[in-house]
């Protein structure tokens, strides 16, 4: 684990998997798309809006996973210190942002038909979007600080304070009756038709393969920014006449 | 030394999420009546309810219940232990029907009908083409339901209540 | 053909719900992937520019 520590280990590493998840995410989305729109059934009860599903689920997924993610590397990076833990939930913050936010637009959007309202604030609802107001923090809190180091610890802790919000979105279903239905994973399986999982899961892997993709994009990014960090201060520490200039 | 640093860095961070995750479980229980979303028509009737309290209660729209009256329906829910009268007027949602889980939002009328200026379906996490479940009810294979996740209460087809 | 084409279209009567959903879905993702390649070059360009001053630094010292 410790030697993924190391940026240029890790980015060998990262670029060799970009092209396969940017045309994985292509594939899924080509295949996907079309099944989740056109071929797949019509829902029993909620008719062709069942077709909102296929978008909400996986954005809801991915914004949990992705919280998770960042959870996970800011623990790293507090503990061990690994810069690339701390690159990695940072990079990885914006794309979280945006799946959440794609979730709550399209379950307002389904909800809106089928409950009868675009909002209510039961526990589900309400947890999910306090994670997303968490996201903004996360981004905020981030750059706020003169001292970049000091801003990655402080949006380590706060990722890390707000990761307590992850059970509550997972099991508030479950522990308190909501408007929201309960989750379709059961020990008994998948309360989904078949001819409806399939346009799920491809989805879910698109939206999946779609975060790899970003997220090594954005690693990219955040590298060349630290290199330019690092020739900026070189420069200054050749010549501090040129930094007055400026 | 560093290795010391690290390992209780790491207890540091443990400790801090097992004391944060056990206070906002404390936070969470005691506020267990504030976070539902809404009552059962049992809890209702355990409890003294003022007029004045807007409240929501939630449960299954009882099978032959259902009266319209141009833009007025009454109907009545149960959680399979109680039911409860409701009257409402106004535009239902789609999903409102015999048997679906819905929830009321209004106030208690001193003659035990709940007035309800809001009514929202809920529906279950089973997803299915019709056919699918046609063939479910065919076959008996039909999932009861329970009063907590609102699912269909029947072997028949629900019925369709709403306007259109 | 055109008929059931447009009935499509309509999705059961729910069309202003389902394809703004995806309308939007796919601007969010769509706009994120745009925004990230957006940053990436501008500071790949930074960068370059960068390199460009301190080789021309160096050889002029």
């Given at each position: 684990m410790h030697k993924f520590a190391n940026p240029t280990q890790f980015m060998r590493i990262a670029n060799a998997i970009f092209p396969w998840a940017a045309g994985l995410t292509v594939i899924l989305f080509l295949v996907g798309l079309p099944i989740a729109l056109v071929t797949s059934p019509a829902d029993y009860q909620q008719g062709e809006t069942v077709r909102i599903f296929y978008l909400h689920v996986p954005a809801a997924y991915m914004g949990v996973m992705v919280y998770a993610i960042i959870a996970v590397n800011s623990a790293a990076y507090l503990i061990w210190r690994h810069p690339m833990a701390n690159l990695v939930a940072r990079a990885s913050a914006p794309v979280g942002a945006v799946f959440t936010a794609l979730c709550l637009i399209c379950g307002m959007l389904w909800g809106?038909?089928?409950?009868?309202?675009?909002?209510?604030?039961d526990a589900r609802l309400t947890s999910t979007l306090i994670m997303f107001f968490i996201y903004l923090g996360y981004m905020a809190l981030g750059d706020a600080f003169e001292d970049p180091e000091r801003g990655d610890r402080a949006a380590a802790i706060l990722a890390l304070v707000g990761s307590i919000n992850l059970p509550i979105i997972k099991f508030s279903v479950e522990w308190w009756n909501t408007l929201h239905q309960p989750s379709i994973t059961s020990m008994q399986g998948f309360s989904v038709d078949g001819s409806m999982l399939t346009p799920l899961f491809l989805m879910m892997g698109a939206y999946t393969t779609f975060y790899i993709s970003v997220l090594i994009l954005r690693l990219r990014g955040e590298l060349l920014a630290a290199k330019i960090r690092n020739a900026r201060m070189s420069q200054v520490a050749i010549s501090p006449a040129a930094q007055l200039a400026e | 030394m560093a290795m010391t640093r690290k390992r209780r860095r790491l207890y540091f961070v443990m400790l801090a999420l097992l004391g944060l995750g056990a206070g906002t479980a404390l936070v969470l229980t005691a506020f267990q009546d504030n976070i539902v979303f809404f009552f059962s028509p049992t809890e209702i009737a355990s409890q003294q309810l003022t007029p004045e309290r807007r409240i929501r209660v939630g449960g299954l729209v009882e099978q032959g219940s259902v009266v319209k009256n141009g833009e007025n329906v009454t109907f009545a829910i149960t959680d399979m232990n109680k039911s409860l009268k409701i009257q409402y007027q106004g535009l239902l949602p789609?999903?409102?029907?015999?048997?679906q889980g819905i929830v009321a939002e209004g106030r208690m009328g001193t003659d035990g009908v709940f007035t309800a200026h809001e009514v929202l379906a809920k529906h279950d996490e089973n997803y299915m083409p019709r056919e699918v479940a046609d063939a479910l009810k065919k076959s008996g294979q039909w999932h009861e339901p329970t009063a907590?996740?609102?699912?269909?209460?029947?072997?028949t087809e629900p019925v369709p209540t709403t306007a259109q | 053909m055109v008929d059931a084409f447009l009935q499509y279209l309509d999705m059961g009567g729910y069309a202003a719900f389902v394809w703004p959903a995806y309308g939007l879905s796919a601007a969010g993702l769509i706009g994120i992937l745009v925004l990230t390649l957006r940053t990436l070059k501008a500071r790949q360009k930074e960068f370059d520019a960068l390199k460009a001053l301190r080789r021309g630094d160096s050889e002029r010292n």
């Amino acid at each position: 684990m410790h030697k993924f520590a190391n940026p240029t280990q890790f980015m060998r590493i990262a670029n060799a998997i970009f092209p396969w998840a940017a045309g994985l995410t292509v594939i899924l989305f080509l295949v996907g798309l079309p099944i989740a729109l056109v071929t797949s059934p019509a829902d029993y009860q909620q008719g062709e809006t069942v077709r909102i599903f296929y978008l909400h689920v996986p954005a809801a997924y991915m914004g949990v996973m992705v919280y998770a993610i960042i959870a996970v590397n800011s623990a790293a990076y507090l503990i061990w210190r690994h810069p690339m833990a701390n690159l990695v939930a940072r990079a990885s913050a914006p794309v979280g942002a945006v799946f959440t936010a794609l979730c709550l637009i399209c379950g307002m959007l389904w909800g809106q038909p089928m409950w009868g309202t675009f909002w209510a604030w039961d526990a589900r609802l309400t947890s999910t979007l306090i994670m997303f107001f968490i996201y903004l923090g996360y981004m905020a809190l981030g750059d706020a600080f003169e001292d970049p180091e000091r801003g990655d610890r402080a949006a380590a802790i706060l990722a890390l304070v707000g990761s307590i919000n992850l059970p509550i979105i997972k099991f508030s279903v479950e522990w308190w009756n909501t408007l929201h239905q309960p989750s379709i994973t059961s020990m008994q399986g998948f309360s989904v038709d078949g001819s409806m999982l399939t346009p799920l899961f491809l989805m879910m892997g698109a939206y999946t393969t779609f975060y790899i993709s970003v997220l090594i994009l954005r690693l990219r990014g955040e590298l060349l920014a630290a290199k330019i960090r690092n020739a900026r201060m070189s420069q200054v520490a050749i010549s501090p006449a040129a930094q007055l200039a400026e | 030394m560093a290795m010391t640093r690290k390992r209780r860095r790491l207890y540091f961070v443990m400790l801090a999420l097992l004391g944060l995750g056990a206070g906002t479980a404390l936070v969470l229980t005691a506020f267990q009546d504030n976070i539902v979303f809404f009552f059962s028509p049992t809890e209702i009737a355990s409890q003294q309810l003022t007029p004045e309290r807007r409240i929501r209660v939630g449960g299954l729209v009882e099978q032959g219940s259902v009266v319209k009256n141009g833009e007025n329906v009454t109907f009545a829910i149960t959680d399979m232990n109680k039911s409860l009268k409701i009257q409402y007027q106004g535009l239902l949602p789609d999903l409102f029907r015999e048997g679906q889980g819905i929830v009321a939002e209004g106030r208690m009328g001193t003659d035990g009908v709940f007035t309800a200026h809001e009514v929202l379906a809920k529906h279950d996490e089973n997803y299915m083409p019709r056919e699918v479940a046609d063939a479910l009810k065919k076959s008996g294979q039909w999932h009861e339901p329970t009063a907590k996740n609102g699912a269909p209460t029947t072997t028949t087809e629900p019925v369709p209540t709403t306007a259109q | 053909m055109v008929d059931a084409f447009l009935q499509y279209l309509d999705m059961g009567g729910y069309a202003a719900f389902v394809w703004p959903a995806y309308g939007l879905s796919a601007a969010g993702l769509i706009g994120i992937l745009v925004l990230t390649l957006r940053t990436l070059k501008a500071r790949q360009k930074e960068f370059d520019a960068l390199k460009a001053l301190r080789r021309g630094d160096s050889e002029r010292n």
